[in-house]
Protein backbone atom coordinates (compact mmCIF):
# COMPACT_ATOMS: atom_id res chain seq x y z
CA UNK A 1 0.00 0.00 0.00
CA UNK A 2 1.00 3.57 -1.01
CA UNK A 3 2.50 5.90 1.53
CA UNK A 4 -0.66 7.84 1.59
CA UNK A 5 -3.07 5.04 1.60
CA UNK A 6 -1.29 4.19 4.62
CA UNK A 7 -1.88 7.68 6.38
CA UNK A 8 -5.34 8.31 5.47
CA UNK A 9 -6.35 5.00 6.22
CA UNK A 10 -4.28 5.11 9.83
CA UNK A 11 -5.87 8.93 10.33
CA UNK A 12 -9.67 7.73 9.25
CA UNK A 13 -9.15 4.62 11.80
CA UNK A 14 -7.74 6.11 15.02
CA UNK A 15 -10.34 9.19 14.73
CA UNK A 16 -13.57 9.50 15.67
CA UNK A 17 -14.57 12.44 13.78
CA UNK A 18 -13.00 13.68 10.26
CA UNK A 19 -12.19 17.43 9.14
CA UNK A 20 -11.97 17.42 5.45
CA UNK A 21 -9.93 21.14 5.23
CA UNK A 22 -10.86 22.90 1.87
CA UNK A 23 -9.70 26.05 0.53
CA UNK A 24 -12.20 28.43 -0.08
CA UNK A 25 -11.05 29.55 -3.26
CA UNK A 26 -10.80 25.97 -4.71
CA UNK A 27 -13.23 24.19 -3.11
CA UNK A 28 -14.14 21.30 -5.97
CA UNK A 29 -10.25 20.97 -6.25
CA UNK A 30 -9.04 20.78 -2.94
CA UNK A 31 -11.71 17.84 -2.19
CA UNK A 32 -10.85 14.07 -2.46
CA UNK A 33 -13.47 12.15 -3.38
CA UNK A 34 -11.22 8.85 -2.18
CA UNK A 35 -10.95 10.50 1.23
CA UNK A 36 -14.65 11.02 1.40
CA UNK A 37 -15.39 7.49 0.12
CA UNK A 38 -13.22 6.08 2.75
CA UNK A 39 -14.91 8.14 5.55
CA UNK A 40 -18.26 7.58 4.41
CA UNK A 41 -17.83 3.79 4.32
CA UNK A 42 -16.00 3.97 7.79
CA UNK A 43 -19.70 5.04 8.63
CA UNK A 44 -17.38 8.13 11.01
CA UNK A 45 -18.90 11.76 10.62
CA UNK A 46 -17.18 14.01 8.74
CA UNK A 47 -17.25 17.70 8.74
CA UNK A 48 -16.17 19.95 5.53
CA UNK A 49 -14.17 23.06 6.74
CA UNK A 50 -13.78 25.31 4.19
CA UNK A 51 -10.94 27.65 5.24
CA UNK A 52 -9.46 30.88 4.49
CA UNK A 53 -13.24 32.29 3.47
CA UNK A 54 -11.31 35.97 4.03
CA UNK A 55 -10.20 35.45 0.65
CA UNK A 56 -13.54 34.80 -1.00
CA UNK A 57 -17.24 36.66 -1.08
CA UNK A 58 -18.85 34.25 1.37
CA UNK A 59 -22.05 35.09 0.70
CA UNK A 60 -22.18 34.76 -3.03
CA UNK A 61 -21.07 30.95 -2.71
CA UNK A 62 -22.86 29.75 0.60
CA UNK A 63 -26.20 29.25 -1.73
CA UNK A 64 -24.05 26.91 -4.21
CA UNK A 65 -22.36 24.44 -1.83
CA UNK A 66 -23.95 21.16 -1.88
CA UNK A 67 -21.82 19.20 0.63
CA UNK A 68 -23.84 17.68 3.57
CA UNK A 69 -22.03 19.16 6.44
CA UNK A 70 -19.76 22.08 6.25
CA UNK A 71 -18.82 25.06 7.57
CA UNK A 72 -17.49 28.51 6.41
CA UNK A 73 -14.30 29.50 8.57
CA UNK A 74 -11.31 31.88 8.28
CA UNK A 75 -8.82 30.10 10.29
CA UNK A 76 -6.17 33.16 10.02
CA UNK A 77 -9.00 35.63 11.06
CA UNK A 78 -10.87 33.68 13.64
CA UNK A 79 -14.05 33.67 11.47
CA UNK A 80 -16.78 30.83 11.90
CA UNK A 81 -14.90 28.76 14.13
CA UNK A 82 -17.39 29.47 16.88
CA UNK A 83 -19.61 27.30 14.78
CA UNK A 84 -17.00 24.63 14.30
CA UNK A 85 -16.54 24.48 17.43
CA UNK A 86 -20.42 24.09 18.15
CA UNK A 87 -20.71 21.17 15.46
CA UNK A 88 -17.74 19.49 16.81
CA UNK A 89 -18.93 19.45 20.24
CA UNK A 90 -22.21 18.07 18.90
CA UNK A 91 -20.52 15.00 17.18
CA UNK A 92 -18.56 14.68 20.25
CA UNK A 93 -21.33 14.12 22.62
CA UNK A 94 -22.77 11.42 20.84
CA UNK A 95 -19.46 9.50 22.14
CA UNK A 96 -19.32 7.36 25.20
CA UNK A 97 -15.22 7.47 25.48
CA UNK A 98 -12.74 9.54 27.55
CA UNK A 99 -11.23 10.77 24.81
CA UNK A 100 -12.48 11.69 21.42
CA UNK A 101 -10.09 12.16 18.60
CA UNK A 102 -10.96 14.49 15.55
CA UNK A 103 -8.82 13.97 12.36
CA UNK A 104 -8.04 16.37 10.20
CA UNK A 105 -7.42 15.59 6.98
CA UNK A 106 -7.24 17.51 3.28
CA UNK A 107 -4.77 19.15 0.76
CA UNK A 108 -1.46 20.04 1.92
CA UNK A 109 -1.45 24.09 2.43
CA UNK A 110 -5.37 24.29 2.92
CA UNK A 111 -5.12 25.14 6.95
CA UNK A 112 -5.36 22.28 8.98
CA UNK A 113 -2.64 23.33 11.24
CA UNK A 114 -3.77 26.56 11.48
CA UNK A 115 -7.44 25.16 11.88
CA UNK A 116 -5.92 23.13 14.92
CA UNK A 117 -4.28 25.80 16.34
CA UNK A 118 -7.71 28.46 16.07
CA UNK A 119 -9.41 25.64 17.95
CA UNK A 120 -7.21 24.96 20.40
CA UNK A 121 -5.80 28.22 20.70
CA UNK A 122 -2.72 27.62 21.49
CA UNK A 123 0.53 27.70 18.49
CA UNK A 124 1.11 24.56 19.21
CA UNK A 125 0.38 22.71 15.47
CA UNK A 126 3.31 24.33 13.57
CA UNK A 127 2.43 25.87 10.44
CA UNK A 128 4.15 27.37 7.72
CA UNK A 129 3.50 28.88 4.21
CA UNK A 130 5.60 26.17 2.55
CA UNK A 131 3.29 23.06 1.84
CA UNK A 132 4.31 19.96 2.95
CA UNK A 133 5.02 21.42 6.85
CA UNK A 134 3.39 19.03 8.86
CA UNK A 135 5.55 16.05 8.72
CA UNK A 136 4.14 12.84 10.92
CA UNK A 137 0.81 12.77 12.87
CA UNK A 138 0.68 14.54 16.28
CA UNK A 139 -2.45 15.07 19.44
CA UNK A 140 -3.34 18.35 20.20
CA UNK A 141 -5.82 19.01 22.57
CA UNK A 142 -8.64 21.48 22.54
CA UNK A 143 -10.20 20.18 25.72
CA UNK A 144 -9.75 17.61 28.23
CA UNK A 145 -11.88 14.83 26.20
CA UNK A 146 -11.45 16.21 22.42
CA UNK A 147 -8.34 15.97 20.77
CA UNK A 148 -7.36 17.02 17.29
CA UNK A 149 -5.06 15.02 15.36
CA UNK A 150 -2.92 16.77 12.48
CA UNK A 151 -1.51 14.68 9.24
CA UNK A 152 0.56 16.06 6.45
CA UNK A 153 -1.15 17.29 3.50
CA UNK A 154 -2.03 13.98 0.89
CA UNK A 155 -2.28 14.51 -2.37
CA UNK A 156 -4.47 11.56 -4.41
CA UNK A 157 -1.67 9.83 -5.96
CA UNK A 158 -3.07 9.68 -9.28
CA UNK A 159 -2.85 13.11 -9.44
CA UNK A 160 -0.30 14.67 -11.83
CA UNK A 161 -1.12 17.95 -12.38
CA UNK A 162 1.57 20.62 -12.00
CA UNK A 163 -1.27 23.15 -12.53
CA UNK A 164 -3.49 21.62 -9.87
CA UNK A 165 -0.95 21.57 -7.45
CA UNK A 166 0.66 25.03 -7.69
CA UNK A 167 -2.91 26.31 -7.69
CA UNK A 168 -3.69 24.60 -4.29
CA UNK A 169 -0.25 25.53 -3.16
CA UNK A 170 0.60 21.90 -2.56
CA UNK A 171 4.07 22.28 -4.58
CA UNK A 172 6.30 25.55 -4.00
CA UNK A 173 6.32 27.79 -6.31
CA UNK A 174 10.07 27.54 -6.53
CA UNK A 175 10.03 23.93 -7.36
CA UNK A 176 7.72 24.43 -10.50
CA UNK A 177 9.04 23.32 -13.74
CA UNK A 178 6.98 25.06 -15.93
CA UNK A 179 6.04 28.19 -13.82
CA UNK A 180 4.83 30.00 -17.12
CA UNK A 181 2.22 27.60 -18.05
CA UNK A 182 0.98 27.71 -14.16
CA UNK A 183 0.80 31.86 -14.74
CA UNK A 184 -0.95 31.70 -17.96
CA UNK A 185 -3.56 29.27 -16.39
CA UNK A 186 -3.97 31.79 -13.42
CA UNK A 187 -4.52 34.78 -16.35
CA UNK A 188 -7.40 32.73 -17.79
CA UNK A 189 -9.12 31.95 -14.38
CA UNK A 190 -8.16 35.03 -12.28
CA UNK A 191 -7.09 38.01 -14.60
CA UNK A 192 -9.44 40.97 -13.25
CA UNK A 193 -8.08 39.93 -9.68
CA UNK A 194 -4.43 39.32 -10.85
CA UNK A 195 -4.86 43.04 -12.31
CA UNK A 196 -6.48 44.63 -8.67
CA UNK A 197 -3.59 43.14 -7.09
CA UNK A 198 -0.77 44.54 -8.77
CA UNK A 199 -2.39 47.57 -10.11
CA UNK A 200 -2.00 46.88 -13.64
CA UNK A 201 -4.23 47.04 -16.82
CA UNK A 202 -3.45 44.50 -19.46
CA UNK A 203 -4.56 45.41 -23.37
CA UNK A 204 -6.73 42.88 -24.83
CA UNK A 205 -4.45 41.24 -26.95
CA UNK A 206 -1.57 40.92 -24.86
CA UNK A 207 -0.42 37.15 -24.59
CA UNK A 208 0.54 35.49 -21.49
CA UNK A 209 4.57 36.30 -22.66
CA UNK A 210 3.46 39.86 -22.71
CA UNK A 211 1.27 39.88 -19.62
CA UNK A 212 4.41 38.88 -17.46
CA UNK A 213 6.77 41.37 -19.20
CA UNK A 214 4.83 44.47 -18.52
CA UNK A 215 4.68 42.86 -15.22
CA UNK A 216 8.80 41.90 -14.47
CA UNK A 217 9.29 45.65 -15.81
CA UNK A 218 7.15 47.11 -13.18
CA UNK A 219 8.25 45.03 -10.35
CA UNK A 220 12.00 45.54 -11.85
CA UNK A 221 12.47 41.99 -12.04
CA UNK A 222 15.11 42.05 -15.11
CA UNK A 223 17.51 39.84 -16.01
CA UNK A 224 21.11 41.53 -16.96
CA UNK A 225 21.13 43.56 -19.97
CA UNK A 226 17.50 44.36 -18.65
CA UNK A 227 15.48 41.86 -20.44
CA UNK A 228 11.92 41.47 -18.11
CA UNK A 229 12.61 38.05 -16.30
CA UNK A 230 9.16 36.64 -17.23
CA UNK A 231 10.33 32.95 -15.53
CA UNK A 232 11.24 35.03 -11.76
CA UNK A 233 7.90 36.85 -12.84
CA UNK A 234 5.85 33.86 -13.44
CA UNK A 235 7.24 32.09 -10.20
CA UNK A 236 6.10 35.58 -7.82
CA UNK A 237 2.45 35.60 -9.58
CA UNK A 238 1.98 32.30 -8.08
CA UNK A 239 3.68 32.37 -4.84
CA UNK A 240 1.25 35.58 -4.17
CA UNK A 241 -1.68 33.25 -5.34
CA UNK A 242 -0.20 30.63 -2.98
CA UNK A 243 0.32 32.79 0.02
CA UNK A 244 -3.14 34.57 -0.87
CA UNK A 245 -2.15 38.17 -2.26
CA UNK A 246 -4.48 37.74 -4.91
N1 LIG B 1 -5.71 33.91 4.23
C1 LIG B 1 -5.69 32.83 5.00
N2 LIG B 1 -4.58 32.09 5.10
C2 LIG B 1 -4.60 30.99 5.88
C3 LIG B 1 -5.76 30.61 6.61
N3 LIG B 1 -5.47 29.46 7.27
C4 LIG B 1 -4.19 29.16 6.99
N4 LIG B 1 -3.66 30.08 6.16
C5 LIG B 1 -2.28 30.13 5.65
O1 LIG B 1 -2.06 29.01 4.80
C6 LIG B 1 -0.71 28.54 4.94
C7 LIG B 1 -0.69 27.07 5.27
O2 LIG B 1 -1.21 26.87 6.57
P1 LIG B 1 -0.92 25.52 7.39
O3 LIG B 1 -1.83 25.54 8.56
O4 LIG B 1 0.53 25.31 7.62
O5 LIG B 1 -1.44 24.44 6.31
P2 LIG B 1 -1.42 22.86 6.40
O6 LIG B 1 -2.67 22.39 5.71
O7 LIG B 1 -1.23 22.42 7.81
O8 LIG B 1 -0.16 22.53 5.50
P3 LIG B 1 0.78 21.20 5.47
O9 LIG B 1 1.09 20.83 6.89
O10 LIG B 1 1.96 21.64 4.69
O11 LIG B 1 -0.03 20.15 4.75
C8 LIG B 1 -0.07 29.42 6.03
O12 LIG B 1 0.66 30.43 5.41
C9 LIG B 1 -1.26 29.97 6.78
O13 LIG B 1 -0.99 31.20 7.40
C10 LIG B 1 -6.94 31.43 6.49
O14 LIG B 1 -7.99 31.19 7.08
N5 LIG B 1 -6.84 32.52 5.67
MG1 LIG C 1 0.22 21.29 8.61
Known sequence: MSNYWMIVNKVIRESDILLLVLDARLIEQTRNKDIERMVSDSRKKLIYVINKSDLINKRVLEKEIKLKNFVFISAKKRLGTGKLRDKIHALAAIFDKQKVIIGVLGYPNTGKSTVINTMTGRGSASTSPESGHTKGK????????????????????????????????????????????????????????????????FDKDDDTEKKLEKLAIKFKRLLKGGLPDTERMARIIVKDWQRGKI
Open 138 to 201: QLLRMTSRIYFMDTPGVIPSSEKSEFKHALVASKNASKLKDPELVAHKLFGMFQEDIEISYDIK
